[in-house]
Nanobody
């Protein structure tokens, strides 16, 4: 497992932008797929985006395609989630996750951060 710490959440108006960061511990960060999930109150954890270890492959949930961009800097052990054109329905706790391979099922991911709150006001 790796240790993950998210940051960058906050309160933003609809149409605004935020960038989330997730710093990972461990020397094998570059070999992990990294993902972002979110969970709103009373709802199941939802896949947002993921990126492969090589940064070539990226994956997005349907609700964020065209608005969110995932990227990673292996030299800094950091994965980012750039969120543009935010909507009130994007309000949730956002979690960073790591695993040896990509999946859009949160049950398949091995390591999780503590989460960061994103609130989008209308």
């Amino acid at each position: 497992q790796v240790q993950l710490v998210e940051s960058g959440g906050g309160l933003v108006q609809a149409g605004g932008s935020l960038r989330l960061s997730c710093v990972a511990s461990g020397r094998t960060f570059s070999s992990y797929a990294m993902g972002w999930f979110r969970q709103a109150p009373g709802k199941e954890r939802e896949f947002v985006a993921a990126i492969g270890w090589s940064r070539v492959r990226t994956y997005y949930g349907d609700s964020v395609k065209g608005r969110f961009t995932i990227s990673r800097d292996n030299a800094k052990n950091t994965v980012y989630l750039q969120m543009n054109s935010l909507k009130p329905e994007d309000t949730a706790v956002y979690y960073c996750a790591a695993d040896q391979r990509y999946s859009n099922n949160p049950d398949d991911w091995d390591s999780w951060g503590q989460g960061t709150q994103v609130t989008v006001s209308s």
